[in-house]
């Protein structure tokens, strides 16, 4: 394993990437319909996808707290499609994914270098 990549790397990444991959079959390769409806493209595309790449930038930023706003962002829709039979309640389970990664990222204290600012040179005299 890489040095430095942790359990939260891998939840979040695996969630960013499954919710993307999930968009792509829903609007692109869905079994249950023949015909994309632009409509339903750009909705679940701003409510199902953007929270993945959303997810993804946090896990390389500097702040955690993208990754609850990319769960607390996808939680209805997801919610919506978790109670439905076939491959898309999987999105239930992505974006149970990014609050497990945003509770790890949080039991590591990775904000706490944002939160404190960046100081340099602490406690040297020039």
């Given at each position: 394993?890489?040095?430095?990549?942790?359990?939260?790397?891998?939840?979040?990444?695996v969630s960013g990437i499954g919710s993307m991959l999930l968009w792509c079959i829903l609007i692109?390769?869905?079994?249950y319909t023949d015909t994309v409806n632009a409509d339903a493209a750009r909705n679940t595309f701003i409510m199902l996808f953007l929270p993945g790449t959303v997810a993804l930038?946090?896990?390389f930023g500097p702040r955690k707290t993208f990754m609850l706003?990319?769960?607390l962002w996808s939680l209805l829709p997801s919610?919506?499609?978790a109670g439905t039979p076939g491959i898309f309640a999987l999105f239930g389970v992505t974006s149970a994914g990014y609050l497990?990664?945003?509770?790890l990222m949080r039991g590591t204290g990775r904000d706490r270098s944002a939160r404190e600012g960046f100081i340099?040179?602490?406690g040297r005299r020039w």
């Open positions: 394993m890489m040095r430095g990549l942790r359990m939260f790397h891998i939840v979040g990444a692109f390769f869905n079994p930038i946090s896990l706003i990319a769960f919610l919506y499609l497990v990664a945003y509770l340099p040179n602490r």
